[in-house]
């Protein structure tokens, strides 16, 4: 009982402070949209009902049925969110693998980091719209493609954080280990990889949504009609007559980026607090 007491007194203020900000963003928007309609201004866009709905419209688009004698929209854009979660978390498995294991070898070679740190920049330069066609024609392998598209946009960061974090190590820790004849593979993991996992979870954080963004873009051009990048293509084609169940889409796809976010700084605490350096 007195784990979950302390548990509840340390989660109460989140959650408090959680429902706050939400109940702010609502009344922000809200505020918006009833000065621009009071006043009629049309700048960055004119606000009405269709390219602004009311939350509570937008809410209770999904507890009504997404088509005569549907199903009730939640439940279809949680079977969709299920099948998105499924490509953005192998692609993000995969990517942060690689992007680790690129990180390892390159803290061991500088000769490798000249070589291949500026193609490995260079690829997130070129827009993920114009990769996604070519992965998906080239592997032609259904959600798997989508896969390794969410895992493109997943190694980048882990790669450069990682190899940030890696070289972070203590020279003078490194210097003893060294003395006492130490392995390449016994500095790695006893030195190098502790003192960068601030850095590499720091990079999971930002793919995690990166992985969410890559699997629906990776979506649109699959032709794949079961996730999130199909519902969106499909609601998009209605929104001059139902607009909010467009906005609903956005509001769950939001909704699985921050639950990746949010496994992420869980996975962050229970691995960080067991680190080397936090044990005393």
Wanted: glycine letters at 6%; hydrophobic letters at 55%.
């Amino acid at each position: 009982m007195n784990a979950v007491a302390r548990f509840s007194r340390r989660a109460a203020p989140r959650v408090a402070t959680t429902i706050l900000v939400l109940l702010a963003i609502w009344g922000l928007w809200e505020l918006y949209r009833y000065i621009w309609v009071q006043t009629g201004w049309t700048w960055p866009f004119p606000v009405n009902a269709s390219t602004l709905p009311h939350v509570h419209v937008i809410v209770k688009a999904l507890f009504e049925p997404s088509r005569t004698d549907g199903p009730l929209l939640i439940t279809v854009l949680w079977h969709s969110a299920v099948f998105t979660a499924k490509e953005a978390m192998t692609g993000f498995l995969i990517g942060g693998v690689v992007g680790f294991a690129l990180a390892v070898g390159l803290v061991h070679s500088r000769l490798a980091q000249r070589a291949l740190l500026p193609y490995i920049v260079a690829s997130q330069t070129i827009p993920i719209l114009a990769v996604a066609p070519m992965v998906v024609v080239w592997l032609k392998a259904g959600w798997q493609s989508v896969a390794v598209i969410a895992a493109y946009l997943t190694f980048f960061p882990v790669t450069i954080n990682t190899l940030r974090g890696l070289q972070s190590a203590d020279p003078a820790a490194h210097e003893l280990l060294r003395s006492y004849a130490a392995t390449p593979w016994q500095v790695l993991w006893r030195l190098r990889v502790p003192a960068s996992l601030p850095y590499v979870f720091t990079a999971l954080k930002v793919s995690a949504t990166a992985s969410v963004v890559g699997a629906i873009i990776g979506e649109l051009p699959s032709s794949i009609q079961n996730g999130l990048g199909g519902a969106i293509l499909n609601f998009n084609q209605y929104y001059s007559l139902v607009p909010q169940n467009l906005w609903a889409t956005n509001l769950i796809a939001a909704a699985l980026g921050i639950a990746f976010f949010l496994l992420v700084v869980l996975a962050e605490k229970l691995v960080v607090r067991r680190a080397p350096e936090h044990v005393v």
